[in-house]
């Protein structure tokens, strides 16, 4: 009986020096975090034709918008300046600018035929970019040109590609 009377002491004393700070246990807690926000991109052309009847070179002002890094494909309909009544088709280049990124990539319009993909890491977030049209050659026959050039942009998450 004694034995367990200095056991229930000992007991009490263990805890009322935890009590006072003097023997205490380390007593820990964790918070988890966490948060998404929707990977957002878009393109918008503030003109939607290019007029080369009379020039050989044009440009289009574009802004990028992406909160990730992003890819953005260029394309090409015809890959030239299709002639619509015979099979002539003009070459261009195409430059893209993009400032921001300090960026400037050049394709012949039949690389965009089948289309070209830029990969940018940086996220943009907002930004104005060119896109230059130059003729390889002169427009001599006469009768309606005409081609067009689609953007594609896509989040780029994991580093190529959702």
Same mark, same amino acid.
């Given at each position: ?23 205490? %246990?380390?007593?820990?807690?964790? &918070?988890?975090?966490? /948060? ?35 890819? $953005? %494909?260029?394309?090409?309909?015809? /890959?030239? &300046? ?6 002539? &088709? ?14 400037? %990539?050049? =394709? ?11 990969? =940018? ?17 002169? $427009? ?10 689609? $953007? ?6 994991? /580093?190529? /590609? $959702?």
């Amino acid at each position: 009986m004694r034995k367990q009377n200095v056991i229930k002491i000992c007991k009490l004393a263990l805890m009322l020096a935890s009590l006072d700070g003097s023997i205490a %246990t380390a007593n820990e807690v964790s &918070l988890a975090m966490y /948060g998404y926000i929707k990977a957002r991109c878009s393109v918008a052309f503030h003109q939607h034709d290019v007029e080369l009847s009379n020039t050989r070179s044009s440009q289009a002002e574009l802004d990028l918008r992406c909160n990730s890094p992003m890819t $953005l %494909t260029l394309y090409s309909q015809n /890959g030239g &300046l299709s002639h619509h009544n015979n099979d002539v &088709l003009v070459p261009y280049r195409v430059t893209l600018t993009v400032p921001k990124a300090k960026r400037e %990539t050049v =394709f012949s319009a039949l690389q965009l035929k089948q289309g070209k993909a830029i990969h =940018f890491e940086q996220v943009l977030f907002s930004e104005r970019a060119s896109l230059a049209v130059q003729l390889q050659q002169q $427009l001599v026959f006469a009768g309606r040109y005409s081609d067009e050039i689609r $953007l594609e942009i896509t989040p780029d998450l994991y /580093g190529r /590609g $959702l």
